[in-house]
């Protein structure tokens, strides 16, 4: 193998996605930097976008990761925000009384039921309307 295949993928401009690595590598920063038990579910991991004179201005930038997570044990919710480059986590609160959106560990696909408002496919397909009527 040569050397390019081992080499992480570069990041082309500031405001791309974060990678498969980047998102990996904040999630083992901020588990190591916060002592995160193994209930805690990463919800989402983003790219925190960097301040937008910066990046017109073409200066280098830290990429950051915005992370919302669920701490199933404890009941509570929590964001961050990790730096990337530094290997460090510049922001830790709690987000009291929320509960994030629900994922599929949370609930196995064979309980979960659509929103009354919401049409399943199979719905579609036999001609109901939101309503719960069929179509004439």
């Known amino acids: 193998m040569t050397t390019a295949e081992h080499a992480k993928p570069r ?9 498969a690595e980047e998102i990996a590598a904040a999630s083992r920063i901020l588990r190591r930097d916060r002592g995160l038990a ?4 990463f919800v989402y991991v983003t790219l925190r976008e960097p301040a937008k004179d910066a990046v017109l201005r073409g200066e280098a930038v830290e990429r950051e990761a915005h992370i919302v997570l669920r701490e199933r044990a404890e009941c509570r919710t929590y964001e961050a925000v990790v730096s990337i480059t530094a290997g460090a986590v510049r922001q830790w609160r709690e ?4 509960q994030p959106t629900v994922s599929s560990t949370a609930t196995p696909p064979s309980t979960f039921r659509p929103s009354s408002t919401a049409t399943t496919r199979a719905e579609r397909g036999a001609g109901v309307r939101r309503t719960g009527r069929r179509r004439a």
Do not use: K
Not at 95 to 98: L, M
């Open 11 to 19: 990041v082309r401009h500031p405001l791309d996605p974060l990678t």
């Open 38 to 41: 193994a209930s805690a579910r």
């Open 95 to 98: 987000v009291p009384g929320v």
